[in-house]
Each structure stands twice: as C-alpha cells, then as structure tokens.
C-alpha cells in the first residue's frame, strides 16, 4: 500500500535535531546502521518526515532516496504523524458489511481530514485498519486502546465528545 506524505507542517525542536544528530553521528561509520538510525529518528519524532530523512540522509551520507524507499517500503515507518487519539476504523469484511465505509466517511467529514491524516491542532488522526479479531461487534473502531463496536453513524459525535480534552 502506498504510504501517504503528511498534511501537516514539520515542527521539530532543537532538542529533537540534537538527539537526533547524537544517534547519527554514533551510527555513521557504517551505512549499514541505515535502519537503525532511522528507527530511533521515529522513537525521536513519532514518525519521519522529509525533513528528519534529510536530516539522516545528510548526517549518513546516503542518497535521499535510499532514506524514502527504505521508510515507505517498511510497515514500521511512519511517514504521518499520530494524533493524541488515533481513531481507526476497521475495514475489514465483517465490518465493512455492516456498515463501516460510512462511518468512516463521517468521522472524515467531521474532522476535516482523510485517511492517514492528523487535524492540525494534533488532536485527531484516522486511519483505516484491517479486521481486528473483534468481527463479533462488527463494525468496529478503536481509538487508541479503546473498543467501540455495533456502532451506526449516529454514534460518531458521541465518540468524539468523549474526547474533547
Ligand atoms: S472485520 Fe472488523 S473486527 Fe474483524
């Protein structure tokens, strides 16, 4: 699946390049610590932007499209940053027979944003899952570690009011 860029404007902080610079800086003596650097960079920043894998392809001295194939060929690689609550609808079979594309649909209208995608106060980011082993509460949606299910699209507002803080 294709990985989407993100929405939002890159804001790291000082302390997040310096840390950053540390890792690098221990790793660049072999290119092959590529990944690793890049694992901590995510720990670092949630996830990685074009300007944090600029920042490795410069420090590692690695094209940066070694840095972007890398990051959008692994699952383990973000390239969108998480909201404080992750909403994520499941998709899967069970779920979407019952209804869960609308209610995706919705919660996309609603927050203004689509898939893969944070608002830009950072509150909220949706995503779309496949089937979460809870098909018997189908349709499902999670946010963060919290279980929604048997849910309709009138349900939508009354989940994010949870969340108002
Ligand atoms: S298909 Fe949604 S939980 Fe299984």
Redesign the pocket.
């Known amino acids: 699946m294709k990985k989407k860029i993100s929405n939002l404007p890159f804001k790291g902080t000082p302390e997040q390049e310096a840390q950053l610079k540390k890792v690098i800086d221990e790793n660049k003596h072999d290119k092959s610590n590529l990944m690793v650097v890049m694992q901590h960079a995510q720990d670092i920043y949630g996830y990685l932007p074009i300007e944090v894998q600029n920042m490795i392809a410069e420090g590692m001295e690695v094209p940066l499209e070694k840095v972007y194939g890398v990051s959008t060929f692994y699952a383990q690689f973000a390239l969108t940053p998480k909201g404080k609550y992750n909403i994520s609808v ?7 027979v019952k209804g ?1 594309g609308p209610i995706f649909d919705k919660l996309s209208e609603k927050l203004g944003i689509g898939a893969d995608e944070c608002t830009a106060d950072g509150k909220f980011s949706l995503t779309a ?12 949606l999670t946010v963060n570690d919290e279980v929604y ?1 048997r849910l309709t699209v009138d349900d939508v507002d009354d989940i994010l009011a949870k969340y108002k803080d």
């Open positions: 499941c998709l899967g079979t069970a779920c979407y869960s899952c496949r089937c979460i082993g809870a098909c018997g509460l189908a349709p499902v299910g």
